[in-house]
């Protein structure tokens, strides 16, 4: 009798590990993708690969597998594995499912659903899945809306220093919407926003020292960031034209001393700013 128990502990764990060892590993998000380039170069066994994996109900090879047929131009097999991987929680495909539903892409345009899945991403901790989530309860869009949960899930994605995020908190503290108004603490967001590169967060700091909203009146300062904004901004942006009208009022009642120093101080920031994006 204790024979016959060994023998089936042993067999049963001699099955186990074969198992194992037949099971492959399962795809992480970088092996998939590049299976999937290979894959669209026309190498079959990456395809192959691809595809077994993803039968395993594998996240990453799924979403891989849904790139390949997008790229591919097959967007009914793409939806389907892209609507599998999201529900196997991975976290960019629910960012793009939500993102179909925002425009109707593939999906009935659903405000609620796009929202649900920006949701399930940013629990995750996709940085942009926040921001989004946060523009969603801003706005009121498939939502209530709601400054306090916008202020909340930009302060997620702020604390990560992510411009938008950085530029959108900074002006709820500034107009009071969902948080104490706070000039101390919406200039500091607006000045980590502006600093790297958020235009808009640029445009608003040109205004504010123009007219002097929360800070002293200082032309010099307005002027620098007015450029600063100009040199980055979309010329079709509010943030250009917010721009470009301030240095139109404020250009005439500065000399061309002021105007040098602003200037000279915009292009020092320019300089350090493309050293920073391109070290």
Known sequence: MRLLCRLFILGYISGVAASALAAPAALTDKQAQSLAQQALAGDAESLTSLETHAAAKEPAAEFGLSAYYYASDDKTQSMQWLRKSAQHGFPQAEYNLAMLYKVGQGVPLDAASSLMWFKRAAAQGLLKAQV????????????????????????????????????????????????????????????KAADQGETGAEAHLCNDYAIGAGVPVDFVTAYRWCSIALSLADPASDAYDVSRKVIATIGPSMSPKQIAEAQSLAGDWMHDFDSRKHP
């Open 132 to 191: 989004a989530v946060g523009l969603d309860y801003l706005n009121g869009t498939g939502v209530t809306q709601d400054y306090s949960e916008a202020a909340a899930w930009f302060q997620k994605a702020a604390d990560r220093e992510d411009p938008g995020a950085e530029y959108a908190l900074g002006r709820l503290y500034y107009d009071g919407q969902g948080l104490p108004q706070d000039y101390a603490k919406a200039f500091a967001w607006l000045q």
